[in-house]
Every structure is written in C-alpha cells, then in structure tokens.
C-alpha cells in the first residue's frame, strides 16, 4: 500500500486523525476515550467515500483493536489487541473489498546491517528500563502479571510466550497497520517513522513504562523500531526486537513477585 500512490491531502487528514483517535481512545479519561474512540468507525466510513483505501483500512483496523480491548475488559493489554487484529486479518480474507488491507504483515529481510540494529536496539532499551526502574522506583504493582504460586519450569514458558504475542499485538498495531497507512499518506520516509514511534510514546502514558519518563522511554524504542521496520522492510525483525525488550520487562517486574 504505501509503495504505491500517495493518498490526497484529505486522505492523509483523516489517517492522522484516525492515529491520534485511537492513541486517545486508550489514555483519555473513561467518558472522554469513549468519545474519541466512537470517532474511529465514522474515520473509517469517511476513508470510503473519499475512496482512500489506506485511511480506511487503518480506521477499520483501529476501531476493531479498540472493541476487542473494549469487550474484553482488559485496557491496552494484549488479548484485546489481538482479538481486535485478528477479527481484521478474517475481515480481509472473506471480504472481497477489503482485500489487500493486510499488506503490511509481511516478515521482510533480515541481514546483518539489521541484526546491528537489532542488537543496539535491545541494549539501548535494556538500560533505559533498567535505569528507569532503578532511578525512579515507580509503583508497577498494577503490572505484574504472575501470581506467586505459578510452578519454576511453567515460569520461562509464561515469560516468552506473554513477550512473543504482546510484541505481535504492539507490532501489528504501531509497526504494521499505522506505519503503512502513514507511509500512503507520507510517503515512506521519517514523517510515518517519527509520527508513530510519538503515537507509541504517548499510548504508554498509562502502560510500562509509564508516566512521562515512560513514554519518552517508549518514544525512543519506538523510534528505533520504526528504523528497523523500514531497513528489513518487514515486521519480522521487529517483533524478534520487541520480544527481547518485552522479556526485560518481565524480568524486572518477576522481582517483584
């Protein structure tokens, strides 16, 4: 989709609207979120009257991500942003008119260029996790994710596997359906790269890290992941970056428990 013709101006206002509806649909207060996020289907609607494919399908993917975290209560967590994504990807399969939606999940490249930054990426984002925790000592007892019963061989599998599908989840969202419709609006340079690695930051207000350290934090790993995103040319790399840094999390929050 964003290899192709840039969309309209038009088209380009109703993508950054649609980004910025569904960030505010996430870490607004309740009655507030609800108002924003009821903008996401009117978005979508609006992209098929101005034949802009781009802006609908990334208002359609948002409006869906949104009702799966709405449905199942579970805020930006994983499962509803999953749920949402995978509702879409069907949608795309079964619906003729929205075929072609899901052109980003594609895995890309993987070569060595991308493995330095791949690497560089989870060592810049391991200390500042680290140093964040550390300097700051937030409360993150809302985040913690294990009970302390859970048997010691289960405790590995429950680390990577929750770090394997938030990753995907995150990466579909932010590196997936956002980057591309930006890429239409934008073109594929650092307008798309800078504009959703912002929208990262800003959803993680409320996530880990959180607060304002946090989503700087957040900003700059997003950044970075928007980088590699572009060099391999696929979500493949990103996600294997995103699960490292996941599993980082996780173990500072097994401290804790």
């Not at 993508?15 to 607004?28: E, M, R």
């Not at 709405?70 to 930006?76: D, I, N, P």
């Not at 990103?238 to 929050?253: P, R, S, Y």
Request: contains cysteine.
């Amino acid at each position: 989709m964003a290899g192709g013709r840039r969309t309209s101006t038009l088209g380009a206002v109703v993508i950054v609207a649609t980004v910025w509806a569904y960030v505010g649909s996430f870490t607004l207060d309740v009655p507030a979120a609800i108002a924003v996020g009821a903008t996401l289907p009117v978005l979508a609607l609006v992209g098929v009257l101005i034949r802009t494919p781009a802006a609908t399908h990334l208002a359609l993917f948002c409006t869906l991500v949104a009702l799966g975290s709405l449905f199942l209560r579970v805020g930006v967590s994983m499962p509803g942003l999953m749920a949402g994504a995978l509702v879409y990807l069907l949608l795309c399969r079964v619906v003729p008119g929205l075929a072609g939606g899901a052109s980003w999940l594609r895995a890309g490249i993987l070569t060595r260029g991308v493995g330095w930054l791949m690497a560089l990426t989870v060592v810049i984002s391991a200390i500042g996790l680290v140093g964040w925790y550390r300097v700051l000592r937030p409360d993150v007892s809302e985040f913690l994710l294990f009970p302390e019963e859970i048997p010691g061989w289960l405790l590995p599998l429950a680390i990577l596997g929750f770090a394997a599908l938030n990753a995907a989840a995150e990466t579909a969202v932010f590196r997936g359906a956002m980057m591309e419709a930006l890429d239409a609006a934008f073109g594929p340079g650092w307008a798309s790269v800078v504009m959703q690695a912002a929208a990262f930051g800003v959803w993680h207000v409320h996530g880990f890290p959180k607060g304002l350290v946090g989503s700087v934090l957040a900003f700059v790993f997003g950044l970075m992941l928007g980088v590699i995103r572009r060099r391999s040319e696929g979500l493949l790399a990103v996600w294997i970056t995103h699960v490292f840094a996941d599993i980082v999390i996780l173990g500072i929050l097994l401290r804790l428990t």
